[in-house]
């Protein structure tokens, strides 16, 4: 699996891509017109956040969210079934239907999305600041809706008239390398990517290891324990840098790493 950006094969025309496809730039000053990221997320606490870029302003609808895999691109995030956004304006949008809550954003500001797809909720941030309650505690979100228990797409749209051609520009940030501010408690990156593991396990005096633990290399937490079969064969996935400890009874404990993931 490639890096998690904006698709370049799921945008309008109307935008062009850059910088390793995260840099979202709006080519036209007619229509209304949106570009979906790489892939969609399910159950799940997802966080993303979008950097506002040169060329959009607080008096300019823009819209920053998630739409749906049917959702037009030719139309603004929010504006059809399924779709929630927030926009620069200080209105939010879900399935067409807006308020306005009065907290605007212009170039330089980091909008963050926290979505919580089990409960059906949604919290939008001003530079780490959450404009309604806490998705920590799950408080207060700026939606509670059975629409947004679904399988949903990070989104950014432009409406050409607002815009400066060739300037106006939203950066997505997908991943804990690149985000401006970290997710609350509770929620992952949305390009969080789970990367297979595996190797075999034998004791000297013969048989399999009972276990391996698969440990974080930043916090040192226990990321997941798998059971080697009886030929040893073990199997596991990891999101991140990490240590893999051997156990067997009656051997002494073996650790490898940290293994790096490029």
């Known amino acids: 699996m490639g890096a998690y950006t904006w698709n370049p094969d799921d945008k309008s025309t109307s935008i062009a891509l850059s910088s390793q496809n995260r840099v979202a730039t709006a080519l036209t000053t007619s229509g209304e017109y949106a ?3 790489t892939d969609k997320r ?3 606490k997802w966080y993303f956040d979008v950097l506002i870029g040169s060329g959009c302003s607080s008096g300019s609808a823009f819209q920053i969210g998630l739409m749906r895999a049917t959702a037009s691109i030719q139309g603004g995030v929010g504006n059809s079934g399924g779709g929630v956004s ?8 879900l399935s067409g239907a807006y308020g306005y809550m009065g907290i605007t954003a212009t170039a ?8 919580d797809s089990v409960a059906g909720k949604i919290w939008f941030s001003k530079n780490n600041n959450w404009m309604s309650g806490n998705p920590a505690s799950g408080t207060s979100p700026q939606y509670n809706s059975a629409e947004l228990q ?16 060739n300037i106006s520009s939203m950066t997505g940030n997908f991943n804990s390398t690149t985000f401006a501010y970290s997710p609350p408690a509770g929620f ?3 390009g969080l990517v789970q990367i297979p593991i595996g190797g075999n396990v ?17 916090t040192k937490g226990t990321v997941a324990v798998a059971i080697p079969d009886e030929n040893g ?23 490898h790493g940290p293994y790096i993931i490029a």
């Open 108 to 115: 330089g500001n980091v909008i963050g999305v926290a979505w």
């Open 86 to 93: 927030y926009d620069l304006r200080g209105y939010t949008y």
């Open 35 to 37: 570009v979906r990221a």
């Open 150 to 165: 679904a399988e949903l797409y990070p989104a950014v749209s432009f409406y050409g008239p607002h815009v400066s051609a």
């Open 188 to 190: 992952e990156p949305y």
């Open 42 to 44: 399910g159950a799940g």
């Open 202 to 218: 034998t004791k000297l005096g013969g048989g399999a290891g009972d276990a391996v633990v698969i440990i974080d290399a930043t």
């Open 233 to 255: 064969d073990w199997a596991s996935t990891i999101t991140d840098d990490y240590y893999v400890l051997y156990l067997g009874n009656d051997c002494q404990p073996i650790a």
